[in-house]
């Protein structure tokens, strides 16, 4: 489903954008599965933004069991075949649903991180972050191209900036890429809707507000090529996943009723 030079320009940059992806009926899917996720929001929702501020940037996790939209997406869309050819990989296993919301007006940014040091996982992931609004490039999340080739970066909680998951010091610090923007390669685009951004677990990118009078709704989903595996963290990973640690053992391959094969089906 993606050309060669995409596969290889993925696994230069760690980052790629396949336009046109999603057909208007899926897109329909994730805008009622969104709508019912902003009317009930689970125990893992989170307000990102500050009561300050004109906006609000809210997220949810892992509704793809309850809601049926999402899972369709996730599970039976072309997402995960994208995902597995992107990786190089036989296999897609869905890791996770991510809903991802700023209001019309948000302030609050989204700093620079990674996402792989936050996760009970080790190998290769991948996530297709797929707006349902258009996205100007002002708004539009900014990627580091070939970060993911470097070391893990050290995690911080984006409100206060607390090392929370791993000591401090023990990982090599985001550097302040914003104080010199030309210094690394910065990919961000315009999008439309239908088009979807796929990136490496462990690609530096960071987010802007939403100057902008419109929402922005995404459903980002995860997907764990095959070689990936379990690993326990010492620390609480976003997302917790309850009781998995009863069940899967240091190392083993994410085999489980939490983690489906969405590619091949």
Known sequence: ???????SAYARDGVVVVRGLMTPSEIELITVGIGKVLADHSPASIVAS??????QFVEDFCRWAEI???GKV???SGVPRV???LMDSPTARF???HILVKEPQTKAPTPWHQDQPYYNVHGRGISAWIPIDPVPKDGS???WAGSHLGPWRLPRSFLDREAKWFPEGTLAEIPDIDADRSRYDIRRWDLDVGDVIFFDFATVHSAPGFPFDHRRRVLSLRYLSADARYTQRPWKTSPEFPGLSQELAE???LDHPYFPLAWPR
């Not at 489903?1 to 596969?7: E, G």
């Not at 500050?50 to 906006?55: A, E, N, V």
């Open 1 to 7: 489903m993606v050309s060669d030079d995409a596969v």
């Open 50 to 55: 500050g009561p300050d501020d004109p906006g």
């Open 68 to 70: 049926d939209e999402i």
């Open 74 to 76: 996730a599970l039976r």
């Open 83 to 85: 995902a597995a050819e």
């Open 95 to 97: 890791y996770h649903d």
């Open 141 to 143: 999340p900014e990627f």
């Open 251 to 253: 190392g083993a391959e």
